[in-house]
């Protein structure tokens, strides 16, 4: 098994990492063939719900990394220096990019 937020193959018959509790998936993906091109990220978690329900009523197809990772502090923080704690980045494929980066354009805001 794979997991996709380590990048490690696993030896297990579990569904999630044992590290990071990430789904994980059969094999690694062949990365010649993934044409996703980031489109958002942010440190606000609570965007996400908001997101994903903005590229599923566009019926965009998505990928969501670092949606469950949390802050050393135990919550939800915006640090003014930029650190990445509990950042969320979403990943549309690259034929969608134009829609989706348009759609969530007011969220940048």
């Known amino acids: 098994m794979y997991c996709p937020e380590c990048d490690k193959l696993i030896d297990t018959v579990e569904k999630h990492c044992p590290n990071c ?3 994980l998936l059969p094999d690694k ?10 489109v958002f990220e942010s440190s606000d978690l609570g965007l996400t719900a908001i997101i994903k329900s903005i590229l599923i009523d566009a019926d965009i197809k998505y990928l969501v990394q670092g949606e469950h990772m949390q802050s050393i ?3 939800q923080f915006n640090f003014g220096f930029g650190a990445d704690i509990g950042k969320v980045e979403f990943f549309v494929h690259k034929d969608d990019e134009g829609v989706a980066t348009e759609l969530l354009t007011e969220l940048n805001n």
Not at 29 to 38: A, E, G, H, L, N
């Open 73 to 75: 502090l135990g919550g």
């Open 29 to 38: 993906p062949d990365t010649d063939q993934i044409d996703f091109v980031k």
């Open 21 to 23: 509790k990430a789904l």
